[in-house]
């Protein structure tokens, strides 16, 4: 089956600084992967997600993610946080449901 | 579209008492999932309908949890008794699944749930 980790489980980071979150992946193939963010109180929304073809995928918000196949590993960037983005992070694999990581907790301090 | 509807937003209520939670789907999606997110557990997906019939309820977490979905529009989460442990935000998902492509799922805003 496939899954997804996420090896950090909080980060903080100032604002104004950049943010990167990890994902690693486990499938034999290439696989589909999504990276959703859930704000407070909120739902989840989805940020980007990667099919196939170019390995650095653009998503909203200013995230993007590279995939790399080599360390089966989909992380998330931003170049320069804002206050609005502290939030938990989620990576996600489907099958024909989602395979959820644990989530990363994102503080961002002033 | 309005997207994923779930109602109540929140829910206070006593162990042993019913509890039903409702999900109107985004129009046009055949996919409908029921999650819960808890401290401990994260998120955790309790059952998977397509086309309004149940195919995986294998994390509905025992007899007390049942879920329907007797329309394209309306699904139903219910709990008989409720219990304390059962407390935790409940969402709601749907996407369109078509062939082999993996669509996102869009989310409700959840149901707060808290059983004293």
């Known amino acids: 089956a496939q899954s997804v980790t996420q090896p950090d489980i909080h980060i903080t980071v100032s604002e104004g600084a950049s943010l990167e979150l990890r994902c690693n992946y486990s499938?034999?193939?290439?696989?589909?992967l999504f990276w959703y963010v859930q704000s407070p109180g909120q739902g989840l929304q989805l940020l980007l997600k990667?099919?196939?073809?170019?390995?650095l995928v653009q998503g909203i918000k200013g995230f993007e993610a590279e995939f790399k196949r080599s360390q089966s590993s989909f992380n998330l960037r931003k170049p320069s946080v804002h206050w609005s983005d502290a939030a938990e992070y989620f990576c996600?694999?489907?099958?024909?449901?989602?395979?959820f990581g644990a989530g990363t907790t994102v503080t961002v301090r002033a | 579209d309005a997207g994923v509807i779930q109602s109540p937003r929140h829910e206070v209520t006593e162990m042993g008492q019913e509890v039903t939670l409702r999900c109107k789907p985004i129009?046009?999606?055949?996919?409908l999932f029921w999650y819960r997110q808890t401290m401990m557990r994260g998120l955790e997906l309790l059952i998977y309908?397509?086309?309004?019939?149940?195919?995986?309820d294998s994390g509905m977490p025992e007899d007390r949890f049942s879920a329907k979905m007797p329309n394209a529009s309306f699904s139903t989460l219910k709990i008989q008794p409720s219990e304390p442990r059962d407390s935790a935000v409940y969402f709601c998902?749907?996407?369109?699944?078509?062939?082999?492509?993996?669509?996102?799922?869009?989310f409700g805003p959840g149901t707060r749930l808290t059983v004293l």
């Open positions: 129009s046009g999606h055949n996919s």
């Open positions: 499938y034999g193939a290439t696989p589909y």
């Open positions: 990667y099919f196939s073809g170019d390995t």
């Open positions: 996600a694999v489907p099958d024909y449901k989602l395979s």
């Open positions: 998902a749907s996407t369109d699944v078509s062939g082999e492509s993996y669509n996102e799922q869009f």
């Open positions: 309908f397509n086309n309004n019939v149940p195919i995986d």
